[in-house]
């Protein structure tokens, strides 16, 4: 697509519900990212996949969240047993670098979807 | 960790005027981004500038990695600039992006 579609753009969830958030990249590019941003403060990097491949995860807070990019493309990002601390916006980035920058593409950003967690 | 500092954090500025915001990062990088997030939350990829300088338009921005800074001008301000610009680093081969705190711009008419 022309751009990264993430959805759904808002959710609400009940603590200890578990969801789901959707990343579908721009076609063709490697590299896709997922950031959380809390309220007032800047994106924060959870996890990235190279292709099908979650090549960094030392960014997930916790074991309750999950990622995966099984075919390369569209990739879902799982929190299990929602928080409130998990109240937050979840971006999503892809690019056509293997390495961020490598080719001088930089990221594109989704618009985000805004957890909250009542 | 890399750390990434922005300033000033908030500036409030009067259509037509010019400014100037920064960012100093703690060590080495290779990649540096400046990204602007509107009211609504997108973040649009303004530059993509390990160094050297280069203008778009209004905008402009110049990285001096030897000396750790970049500096991101807006020229003519408008009220559509307002939102929030954030600097973003990361070492060479290293997808970890880090991002500063965030420069709050309000352009008033």
């Known amino acids: 697509g022309a751009g990264v579609s993430q959805s759904p753009r808002y959710k609400v969830a009940k603590r200890g519900q578990d969801v789901a958030l959707r990343c579908d990249p721009i076609s063709g590019h490697v590299s896709l990212f997922w950031y959380q941003q809390a309220l007032g403060q800047g994106p924060e990097f959870l996890t990235y996949?190279?292709?099908?491949?979650?090549?960094?995860k030392s960014g997930l807070p916790s074991d309750r969240f999950f990622a995966e990019r099984p075919e390369g493309s569209v990739s879902t990002l799982k929190i299990q047993r929602t928080q409130q601390e998990d109240s937050a916006v979840y971006l999503c980035a892809s690019s056509l670098d293997q390495f961020v920058g490598q080719g001088g593409y930089g990221y594109t950003f989704g618009s985000g979807t805004r957890l909250t967690v009542v | 960790g890399i750390q990434v500092e922005q300033s000033p954090p908030d500036l409030i500025l009067q259509e037509g005027a010019n400014s100037t915001l920064r960012c100093n990062f703690s060590d080495s990088v290779n990649n540096l981004q400046w990204f602007h997030q509107n009211p609504w939350g997108q973040l649009i990829n303004l530059f993509y500038?390990?160094?050297g300088t280069k203008q778009n338009g209004r905008l402009s921005a110049t990285t001096v990695a030897t000396e750790r800074y970049s500096l991101l001008y807006i020229s003519s301000s408008q009220t559509t600039d307002s939102g929030v610009y954030f600097c973003a680093v990361a070492l060479a081969n290293n997808n970890d992006m880090r991002f500063g705190a965030g420069t709050r711009l309000t352009v008033k008419p």
């Open positions: 500038i390990p160094s």
């Open positions: 996949f190279q292709n099908e491949a979650q090549l960094d």
